[in-house]
């Protein structure tokens, strides 16, 4: 492991996972594994930047995190699955980082003022915690010393953050962290069943990994056809435009039937298919996708002891890691005092 390269990543615990957390980072994670030391961070911490007056919401769904990791196959012997509360240098190196950085360039971050602007618009209360969470999550990055960031597309600006934040403290400090580049998947972002940009569990236009056979059924067949509103097939018979239609976006990340894709488009482009049948046909795909990791949701379901041990032993293999960048931290600050 000494010689290997490590990735920090990691979701907050705010419920189940779904099919867009699959294709912008679970599917890039279970690769990497292979090739990385890996740290998977549950950021409880920045959870309750949103839900503080929901902790259960929190506590259920660390536990659901880790079980969709372990179902679609990530692997604790490989990886440590990490509760960000639970390494205490989390919010120590937040608190440094916090009086490194310059407010104006933290009030830049676009991914931050999106999500401002969201919850204001909302006339939702927007606190310390939640407008502080990019250095929350460049300490997350920084402090096992993470090289690589496996990310979805709408993450890349918090890396370039963080690489800022790395570069200001070695600059001013000493070599002291890597600075962490950022890898997104193959498809960058998934749109929601109802051709919203993201597939989002607040605005329920998702397919979760523990769906079951009637769910998905459910969820597909209220896919919009046509994202952009505008020319919506009235009869199977009209010519469809497959670049439209998110159906096909699903198609081509999940269905393991190339053929029957092409085969697809080409139908629905010469307007000789139905978009009942193409959802059909998605669903039957997507059922295939989700079945083994159904089934090895459900072992880890029955055995939740076993999943608190895989937290319990990956967050003691960070916290041995968190302590020695704290001890190089506060040695380049000179923040020693006996």
């Known amino acids: 492991m000494a010689d290997q390269q490590r990735i920090l990543t ?8 779904h099919l867009g957390h699959y294709l912008g980072a679970l599917e890039n994670w279970i690769q990497m594994q292979h090739e990385y030391e890996c740290f998977f961070l549950i950021a409880d911490y920045q959870a309750m930047g949103d839900h503080l007056d929901d902790i259960g919401l929190i506590q259920r769904s660390v536990i659901e995190v880790a079980t ?34 310059p407010l104006n360039q933290h009030q830049k971050n676009p991914t931050l003022r999106a999500e401002t ?20 999550q460049a300490a997350d990055i920084l402090l096992p010393k993470a090289h690589l960031v496996p990310v979805g597309e709408d993450q890349v600006a918090h ?9 200001r403290f070695n600059r001013l400090y000493g070599e002291v962290f890597p600075v962490p580049r950022a890898r997104v998947g193959r498809i960058p972002r998934l749109v929601g069943t109802d051709g919203q940009a993201k597939m989002s569990k607040s605005l329920n236009n998702a397919v979760y990994l523990a769906d079951d056979p009637e769910a998905v059924k459910q969820r597909v067949r209220r896919m919009v056809s046509d994202i952009t ?9 009209d010519p469809g435009v497959v670049e439209y239609n998110p159906a ?17 488009k080409e139908r629905y482009t010469a307007g000789t298919v139905s978009d009942g049948e193409v959802k ?19 072992w880890y379901e029955e055995h939740p002891d076993y999943v608190r041990d895989v937290l319990n032993a ?25």
């Open 10 to 17: 990691g979701m907050r615990p705010t419920g189940q996972l």
């Open 68 to 101: 969709d990791w372990l179902a679609v196959g990530l692997d604790p012997e490989k990886s440590a699955f990490v509760i960000q509360s639970y390494v205490p240098e989390h919010a120590e190196l937040t608190m440094y980082f916090s009086m490194l950085m």
């Open 117 to 136: 602007a969201q919850l204001e618009a909302e006339n939702q209360n927007i606190t310390l915690g939640f407008f502080n969470y990019p250095i929350s």
């Open 159 to 167: 890396i370039e953050y963080t690489r800022n934040v790395a570069r």
């Open 229 to 237: 509103g505008e020319n919506p097939r009235m009869r199977a018979t």
């Open 248 to 264: 096909f976006l699903y198609h081509d990340a999940f269905n393991d039937d190339q053929d029957e894709v092409a085969e697809l």
């Open 280 to 298: 059909e046909k998605l669903t039957d795909a997507i059922n295939r996708f989700l079945e083994p990791i159904r089934e090895r949701r459900a």
């Open 314 to 338: 990956g967050t003691e293999r960070e916290r041995v890691i968190a302590r020695e960048t704290i001890e190089n931290v506060r040695q380049a600050m000179q923040v020693v005092y006996t």
